[in-house]
């Protein structure tokens, strides 16, 4: 059976040199990591998982854990772009990624599942800012890197989209556009990015100078449902706006649904913008205009700073936001 020794001898290199570059650390030549992955590709090694666990004290694990207010698990279209690049830039790193069920939540804490599954880090998305299990998992130095949440200290960062940049851009579109009246249709649950994308909303509707109406701030849910439902208290109101901007691709789907059900049309009688851009945005018709969020290229950043944060313990890594970028499609138009 092929070892490390036997990489490193084709490779004309030490065995540390060949640990270093399978592990992901940095700072070994590319001209010398390129030649190190070439022969082990060439000679389908594989690593002892036991034996590299016992040698370099780490499991290769990472742990993620998400919550998503719509029960739809993985099949979350935002969620899945992000978890995609992870999976990506970890397999890269010979890491593997443990999914850490929904159901884990009445028994056990955080920190008790990274502890029982014995990951080298955690990656944590959907979670609200004030859950009381954070602070253990915090206080017990366990490499953590949040989506959507900004925590930080020495062993935790976090990475996040600009939402209160792209929220201004959704509005700015409209407004120019000759759109006076535009409502909101937000997320129910208490988020970071939702508190952003709001305040977003409202600094650009001041900055174009445009009336902000109670009325026209709709509480809805990050769903479909959600959007439909939001939609009919729009509809039913005597002083309608002409432009929604819906904090989620998903809910300009439900508000789109009941704008067709009401024998109304998008844009004619209504423009709508999203916020993701989630794939099946480009397919409505009409194709919906929307905030993207860098889904996959979110993934793999965090990705990279779980891993700086377990391969240099010593190091403070930099919290990081994600650009937006404005998609233009047929879903508004000018009044």
């Known amino acids: 059976m092929l070892t490390i020794k036997d990489i490193a001898k084709k490779a004309e290199v030490s065995v540390a040199t060949v640990s270093k570059v399978m592990n992901g650390y940095d700072d070994i030549g590319e001209v010398t990591k390129a030649k190190v992955l070439k022969i082990i590709k060439e000679n389908n090694y594989r690593p002892n998982a036991n034996a590299q666990s016992l040698r370099t004290n780490k499991s290769f694990l990472v742990g993620l854990f998400f919550k998503d207010h719509q029960d739809s698990g993985v099949k979350h279209p935002f969620?899945?772009?992000?978890?995609?690049?992870?999976?990506?830039?970890?397999?890269?790193?010979?890491?593997?990624?443990?999914?850490?069920?929904?159901?884990?939540?009445?028994?056990?804490?955080?920190?008790?599942?990274?502890?029982?599954?014995?990951?080298?880090?955690?990656?944590?998305?959907?979670?609200?800012?004030?859950?009381?299990?954070?602070?253990?998992?915090?206080?017990?130095?366990?490499?953590?890197?949040?989506?959507?949440?900004?925590?930080?200290?020495?062993?935790?960062?976090?990475?996040?989209?600009?939402?209160?940049?792209?929220?201004?851009?959704?509005?700015?579109?409209?407004?120019?556009?000759?759109?006076?009246?535009?409502?909101?249709?937000?997320?129910?649950?208490?988020?970071?990015?939702?508190?952003?994308?709001?305040?977003?909303?409202?600094?650009?509707?001041?900055?174009?100078?445009?009336?902000?109406?109670?009325?026209?701030i709709i509480q809805g849910r990050f769903s479909v449902d959600g959007g439909v439902k939001a939609m009919k208290e729009i509809l039913a109101l005597e002083n309608r706006p002409t432009a929604i901007f819906c904090m989620g691709d998903e809910i300009a789907v439900g508000a789109m649904q009941s704008i067709k059900e009401a024998g109304l049309k998008v844009p004619d009688d209504f423009s709508i913008v999203g916020f993701d851009d989630i794939e099946i945005s480009q397919y409505l018709n009409p194709a919906l205009t929307t905030i993207r969020q860098k889904k996959e290229e979110m993934g793999i950043e965090a990705a990279n700073m779980v891993l700086e944060l377990i391969n240099n313990p010593k190091e403070k890594v930099e919290s990081e936001i994600i650009d937006t970028e404005f998609i233009l499609r047929n879903s508004t138009r000018k009044l």
């Open 79 to 216: 969620f899945r772009g992000i978890i995609s690049g992870l999976e990506e830039r970890l397999l890269e790193n010979n890491y593997d990624m443990i999914l850490f069920s929904a159901n884990w939540e009445d028994q056990f804490s955080y920190l008790e599942k990274c502890q029982f599954r014995n990951v080298d880090g955690a990656i944590l998305m959907g979670i609200p800012k004030d859950d009381p299990k954070l602070s253990e998992l915090l206080a017990a130095k366990i490499p953590s890197v949040f989506i959507d949440l900004d925590i930080s200290d020495d062993k935790a960062s976090y990475i996040i989209s600009d939402n209160e940049k792209g929220a201004r851009e959704a509005v700015k579109h409209l407004a120019e556009l000759g759109h006076q009246k535009i409502a909101v249709i937000e997320g129910e649950e208490i988020t970071i990015p939702t508190q952003k994308r709001l305040a977003g909303y409202k600094a650009e509707m001041k900055a174009q100078n445009l009336e902000i109406r109670d009325e026209w």
